[in-house]
């Protein structure tokens, strides 16, 4: 039976036949609370104007949503947490309890 070999996106190194790695999913949404803090001013209006012409193209949609999967090695996938969250985890998890 031939299997794909693995790689980790990150680094590059390849995973090891039977060896663990994981599947990242990232979904990156945008948000808005509603709360506007300024009075637009005219200008501000047409920067407004013009982002909502941007919005209508195909990068701007990844402004708004992006959706990320990629395999990393265990080092890889430790660092990309730590990046993100680091000691917050722990915290999250053990707020659960
Ligand atoms: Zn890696």
Redesign the pocket.
């Known amino acids: 039976m031939e299997t794909k070999r693995k790689i980790?996106?990150?680094?590059?190194?390849r995973i090891p036949e039977g060896g663990i790695y994981y599947n990242i999913e990232l979904k990156i949404t945008s948000g808005f609370d509603g709360i506007i803090n300024e009075r637009p001013s005219p200008q501000r209006i047409r920067d407004i104007l013009k982002s909502l012409e941007d919005l209508m193209s195909i990068e701007a949609e990844e402004d708004v949503f992006k959706e990320i999967q990629i395999e990393?090695?265990?080092?890889?996938?430790d660092?990309l947490i730590s990046t993100l969250v680091g000691e917050r985890i722990d915290q999250s998890i053990s707020d659960k309890n």
């Open positions: 980790c996106f990150s680094c590059g190194n990393l090695c265990k080092s890889c996938k660092k």
